[in-house]
């Protein structure tokens, strides 16, 4: 019933003799009925997938599902997918939408936590509507924006012209130029409340005596969030901004409702492309290798990921 | 700098006299944010009391000058067609919704307090094995689970939304309450024990109820997910009958893009659900995050 940590556990693991693990499993067979569910949901949902999609990548596929028609190509798919111009054009896509609803998103989601955090009227009215781009369904977002950026008739285009910044409305998501940048206002949109959530939770945990020590030891605004604030909040950034990134690499609504990855794949992000070769296409084989290289690079976010966590666990063990 | 009460005559006459310059750049910037958050929420409402002839117009109207509710009458009438399916792709996604809430915690509960107290062998890999399902993308899933379903005939039901929608929610609320039970004290069960309670009992009748934000926490968190879920029941639904709303109202008005009224009256009423549970609920929100997710 004790908390050990991962350390301990570890340790333990080391100690030489298999039939010592078995016992240690047997012992414990009460605790893996609380976790079973999970882990059985998890198993079906996740692994079977992942070795599905690992095989298929290997294979030529004809197109609708009957996929016991496969022939073994080797690694075919992977040196089609690595030669073709459309990847370089997606994966740029991609960094460009990752890092900048990333960024974005955490900046101004950190900087409303922080405008937030000294209480005044209408303080929870606030962070409430601010919130609420959050909470409604992706979907209805992009149409919302959709019509927000219509080329005839949308309110942004109306605007422009009536301060004769502009002689007529502009396309913003049927131009090459443009749709990439307009997408990511929306995603950001969508994102930054859950920045200021995660901030404004994590801001609660600052010490105040820290701050009020800093202020009489003569340190400005500028300093004491600098140099107090900031780096207490170093671990919750680091989560929140691995969150973000992941969700905005995997994001697949708002691309694929109001643009399709047009005009001419301006706006297709890898998750977007993917789903076109596979269900628009039927190449099942090319989307699945897509998938697999997928998987590489976001094990490797997910290195990161386990280990900021797990950082918070371990000071919360050490504690 | 949150204690204004304590430093209240002195404090609150320097203020007066010099210009606080980062507070009034944090007032405007909240301006500007409540401005970027609101206003296309606005012009959804506003569009959506339009007649589809006020709509198209430009300049647009931007206050409508004939309001109307016609698009939510034609929306929410059981009477007409358009109004059958709408409301049956409401309660289709409120049946799938709830049922993965409720399975949501019913799993997520006793794997997070595992995670939390126990010390079993393999716990930590298989702890962050449930945090990396984040990682992945649903699109990575697709082809495989609705090869899956069909051959375990859940394709076209209900039952392969809930069972992905699953997954979704898991990592995240299994990480929110080992969280709370890391932060509720472990003398509190073994009082419990001493007194006579089993494990369970104790875990049932102690830590369950101190946890409650937790699980309120982990149930929106559930509940909005499978509510806004779209690529699956995308791409495992397709008779009409079924269809939850993110893929019903995308049915609905693909082939008449100009009724915008309509759109935006249908993404309003899709909204309103999550909205009213998240503000009304919204501070165990928060305070989950607090607890569970930002460790001190």
New interface residues.
Partial sequence: MTIVTGKTEARRRLQPGGSGLLRKIWEHRADYAYVLPAIAVMLVVIAYPIYYTIELSFFSTPPGLQLRDKTFIGFDNYTAILTSGVFWKVTWNTLIWTVGSTGISFVLGFAAALALHRDFFGRGVLRAILIIPWVISAVAASYIWKWIYHSDFGIIGAVLVGLGWADRPPNFIDSVSTVLPSLIVVNIWREFPFAMIMMMAGLQTVPDQLLRAAKVDGANAWQRFWHVTFPHLRNVSTVTILLLAVANFNSFIIPWIMTGGGPSNASHIWITHIYELAFGRQRWGVASAYSVLLFIILMTFGYFYVRALSGNDRRDGSA | ????AGTAPRGQARRRIRFDG??WG??I??VF??L???L??I??LL?SIKSGFA??????QWWPDQPTLASYQKLLDPQNSVGQDFLRFFWNSLFVSTATTILSV???V??A????????????F?F?????????????????????M?AIGLVNTHGSLV??Y??FG?PLA??LLKGFY?NIP?QL??AARIDGAT?FQAFILIVMPLSTPGIIATAIYSF?GA??E??YAY?FLSKNEQLT??VG??RF?SENTTD?PG??AA??I??VP??VL??VL?RY??RA??EG????
């Avoid at chain 2, 307090?113 to 930590?124: D, E, I, L």
């Avoid at chain 2, 997710?293 to 001190?296: E, I, L, N, P």
């Fill in positions: 700098m949150s204690t204004i980062w507070r944090g007032r910037f909240l944010m409540l970027y958050t609101a296309p929420m012009w959804m569009t709509a198209m117009q430009f300049p647009p019913i799993v997520a006793p794997a307090y595992a995670f939390s107290r126990f010390t079993f062998p393999g716990r930590n298989l962050f094995t449930v945090l990396l399902r984040n990682m992945f993308p649903a699109v990575i899933f697709l082809v495989p689970l609705f090869i899956l069909r069972l992905t699953l997954t898991l299994i990480w890391d472990v069960e073994q494990r909005i509510w806004n779209y690529i791409t709303l993110p109202i995308q008005f915008f759109l935006m993404s309003f899709m909204s999550v909205v998240f503000l919204q929100f928060v995050l607090t997710a930002v460790k001190h």
